[in-house]
């Protein structure tokens, strides 16, 4: 049984109208479909229906985040671990989504609801899968490749981060710890082969900290910044260089207080990449490399 990678976020966005303008315009996903109080979004090189649902709703934040699965039986697979683990479980009829199977939904210590799916629609990414372009025509704003990770705040991180690990294999890549090397303060976790798929730092529970989209280079991270300056997007911090991950990032939020990055580079991770640990007094180089120090919003705001 095998979790693939992380398939899908669904953020709540009150601001609705300029919402559905950013993700789609600025952002540059590309809406698949749509009903009475959701849109539904993928990137351009992504091949299935939809990786990013908004749900018109009264308060920002993150619905919930959702794994896809190699085979449709691994939803039984997984149900069961979670329940011999001590976690509950809910059936997600098929049909409950636009273009999507069933799925099992689960909450984590830190109060985020999380899915695993297989089934869903795929509508490919726009190009011939034999003798293909490196890009297709038509894309609009940042129009990052993929969905690529996501960090939310819990109280009891260390269980989140052990649920992960212990359940469904994740490993760690690194994790940032107070000066006495005894507390976790947030750690990154991986399933796929990239720095991390999923991180969690410590915080209110069920908040997101941001969603994150891949850009292929750091000239790309320029060309957003341009972007999102021409559309008045708020950024929190970058163009700038990540400690941890070696990522370079821009940091940024949607026009309901979402936090999104976009994200390119880091280096690549196998099952053997051993965890790299960073302690508190590092945590500016660790977090922002060329600053060295952290911003307040960066440390406080979150959705
Ligand atoms: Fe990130």
């Avoid at 540059?28 to 299935?48: F, M, Q, S």
């Avoid at 939809?50 to 699965?69: N, Q």
């Avoid at 001590?86 to 210590?109: S, Y």
């Avoid at 640990?277 to 060295?292: D, L, N, Q």
């Amino acid at each position: 049984m095998a979790i693939m990678r992380l398939g899908r976020v669904q953020i709540r966005v009150p601001n609705w109208e300029k919402s559905v303008f950013y993700y789609k315009n600025v952002l540059g996903l590309i809406e698949t479909a749509r009903d009475e109080n959701h849109v539904y979004l993928k990137a351009w090189d992504e091949y299935d229906h939809h990786s990013v649902i908004l749900e018109k709703a009264d308060i920002a934040g993150l619905e919930h985040m959702a794994f896809k699965c190699e085979f449709a039986q691994d939803l039984d697979l997984y149900e069961k671990k979670l329940i011999d683990y001590g976690v509950a479980v809910k059936r997600v009829p098929k049909g409950t989504r636009i273009a999507e199977g069933e799925a099992i939904r689960f909450q984590l210590p830190t109060e985020h609801w999380v899915e695993l799916y297989h089934e869903i629609e795929v509508v490919g990414n726009g190009m011939p899968s034999v003798n293909p372009d490196p890009w297709p025509d038509h894309l609009v704003g940042i129009a990052p490749p993929r969905l690529d990770h996501l960090l939310v705040a819990g109280e009891d991180i260390e269980a989140a981060t052990r649920l992960f690990t212990d359940v469904f294999d994740f490993h760690m890549s690194e994790q940032l710890v107070d000066d006495k090397m005894e507390v976790k303060l947030a750690t990154w976790l991986f399933k796929t082969n990239t720095a991390h798929d999923i991180a969690f730092v410590k915080g209110p529970n069920g908040r997101l900290h941001h969603v994150a989209f891949f850009l292929d280079e750091w000239v790309e991270l320029r060309k957003a910044a341009d972007i999102m300056v021409k559309n008045d997007v708020m950024i929190d911090i970058g163009p700038t260089r990540h400690g941890i991950t070696r990522g370079t990032t821009i940091y940024f939020f949607d026009p309901s207080g979402n936090r999104n990055e976009v994200f390119a580079g880091g280096y690549i991770t196998y099952p053997d990449f051993p965890t790299i640990t960073w302690t508190e007094e590092s945590i500016g180089k660790a977090i922002f490399y060329f600053e060295r120090e952290l911003n307040e919003r960066f440390m406080k705001v979150n959705s």
